[in-house]
Every structure is written in C-alpha cells, then in structure tokens.
C-alpha cells in the first residue's frame, strides 16, 4: 500500500509520545502527533474507538466482521 510508510511513522511518533508523557515530560510538539486508520492509511474521518477510518469501518461492518454494528437502513 502506497499509505503504509505514513502508517508506520504515525505509529512511530504514537510511540516517542506515550513514552514522553510516561516518563514526565512534555512533549516538544505534541500536535505532531495525529491519528491515522490502521488499515488504509487515511487521517480524517477517524473513529478512536475503532482505529480506523469511517470508510473501513463501514466496509467491516457490512461483511459483519465487527460485532455489535451493524449498517443502519430505514
């Protein structure tokens, strides 16, 4: 995937981070750090609670491969 290089150095800066906070310090820029989907790559349209994008999200959802969501249709 022409993302993954973005992936691993989201995941990377993540990590110098959670380290930072973890020892007390404060980070030298902390809004440098900025979230990312874990599979695809993209930065917006962000769900926390999943890691992933909206797009992937609903792709998983579909195939029902996330248990307890579910597409909604009215």
Do not use: H
């Amino acid at each position: 995937m022409a993302r993954k290089a973005l992936i691993v150095k989201t995941k990377k800066k993540q990590d110098e981070y959670m380290k930072a906070l973890e020892q007390g310090k404060k980070p030298k820029f902390p809004t440098r750090v900025y979230n990312r989907c874990g599979k695809c790559g993209r930065n917006r349209g962000y769900f926390r609670k999943f890691n992933m994008c909206r797009i992937c999200i609903r792709e998983l959802a579909q195939d029902g491969k996330i248990a307890g969501l579910t597409k909604s249709s009215w």
